[in-house]
């Protein structure tokens, strides 16, 4: 472990609500060693020569060419990244798996699903749960590319549900195998993937079990047509049938009845890499959409120069930055968590499941975040290209289609959002992260009378950070009571906790943004991250628009009379601007530079 990483004020998983975070103690993009810079060049190079140039063949449901791209890709290293080098991978830490998984999405939804149901859910759960003999026997071959995994957890009956699949593992009489009946559907890979990760329940048993099972049609395996999708056009999707699967014991992963949370941490690890999945191709849209906008002349004028054109590409690059800078700040907290766990004698099996786990929170909030983004961002893409962005001729109309599948998988947005809140809650009780001492103190300051004094706020983003501390306590507010009110229950009431999930989510996101831009700023200079500083005001200046709407619809739901009042007077106050900024002027002075550079040039 790197002094820099002991010497550090780490930061458990959700304490970023109650502890302040130093700038200097967050990585940024910026941050990158020289190898991470290369790894990231070469990844590039890849998607121009590999992805980009044949992006049509990805929307013609060419399902071979996505097969015969991911042994490129193996032969090139990028499927080994994260595999430790024991088992054939290039053992990089979790900065550098995410360097890949972010610039690898740049072209085609189709291929960075099928990258990450391979590298992810696909090979991590042998990584991570499996015996010497089954990570010996499996890893290097799915590190290499050889052969390619998939990721059996989902049902007709079991969607969000997970937990409550009717795939069914019986042990043989002979007690040397399991065999496996069950439909499983949605599953990506299964039309060329050589492994799958199965789970199926073991006689009564209240969890799931995982299995790792090889793909031999003779052994009852069979598979229903591709699913015909919105997008991702070239991702093998299908169901799976197993009748009979034999699997031998020894395939069994982890222990029985451990399969659920197998599934769950697996996906811990998914949510942040879909994140970071989502990041390229925002950033390819932008740039393309500012391509166009620079080119196209409407009324004698290209159309960048028109401001309705300008507040797109502004709000585009603003929200792109954040979700740069939130997703690049959790993964080196998992790597620095990681790091801790080795060195206290943790194997790096067990400290890297810790380690993802400890920023589960982060890893749902990045996860609803930035696929909603990309969402955004390749809707206003289409928007900039005008008709010729409905058209399947130009690659907007497939970046939309390929970016809505990211709300849904990894986790529905509606269940990591409320996964975020419901984790902080149990974290709370469990005393992991203080959160009623902060949330009483909240309570004690409704009652006293607000300072009247006008704070200097002369030194960059003074104001902004004292906004985003109280910002944290509208959080506490909102939820404390809520937690007060409805204890255990909280969970049955869905729309407060989105609610209060939206504002977690606003906070760990603009303060990301913020103090990504303080440490650069503190470095490089203030005139030299200009544009930068104006996309932190701009998104904190959206996120507390959020705070109010959020924070007020749950106010006015849960609580009454006098309580409500100095809740929404809280409210007020914390949300309060002294100096309001000019947002118009924000958004010009974003978009001229992004037009000026001809796309997005900040990462
Ligand atoms: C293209 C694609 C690829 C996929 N790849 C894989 C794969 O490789 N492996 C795999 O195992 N699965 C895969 N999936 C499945 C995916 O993970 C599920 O579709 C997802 O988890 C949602 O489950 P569901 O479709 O059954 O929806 P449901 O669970 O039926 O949800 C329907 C709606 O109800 C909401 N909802 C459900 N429960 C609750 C609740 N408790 N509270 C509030 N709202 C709720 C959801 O948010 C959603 O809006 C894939 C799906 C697709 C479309």
Redesign the pocket.
Known sequence: MSTETTNKDILRGGQFLVKETKCEDIFTLEDLSEEQKMMRESTKEFVDRELWAHWERFEKKDYAFTEETMRKAGELGLLSVAVPESYGGMGMGFVSTMLVCDYISGASGSFS?AFG?HTG?GTMPITLYGTEDQKNKYVPRLASGEWFG?????EPGA???ANSGKTKAVLTEDGKYYNITGQ?M????AGFCNVFIVFARIEDDKNITGFIVENDPSNGISMGEEEK?LG?HS?S?RQVFFNDTKVPVENMLSTRGNGFKIAMNALNVGRIKLAAACLEAQRRVITEATKYANERVQFKTPIINFGAIKAKIANMATNCYADESASYRAAKNIEDRIAIREAEGNSHQEAELKGVEEYAIECSILKVAVSEDVQSTTDEGIQIFGGMGFSADTPMESAWRDAR?AR?????N??NR?LAVGMLVKKAMKGHVDLLGPAMKVADELMGIPSFDVPDYSELFSEEKDILARLKKVFLMVAGSAVQKFGPELENH?QLMLSASDILIEIYMAESAILRTEKNAKRFGEDHQATQIAMSKLYLYTAVDIVIQKGKEAIVSFAEGDEQRMMLMGLKRFTKYTNQPNVVALRTQIADKVAADNGYTFD
Do not use: H, P, R
């Open positions: 699903t149901a859910i998939a990721y059996c957890l989902t969607g969000s549900d499983k949605w599953i990506s890979n999708k991702i991702s999707t599948i849904i998988y990894e986790g529905t509606e269940i409320m869905q």
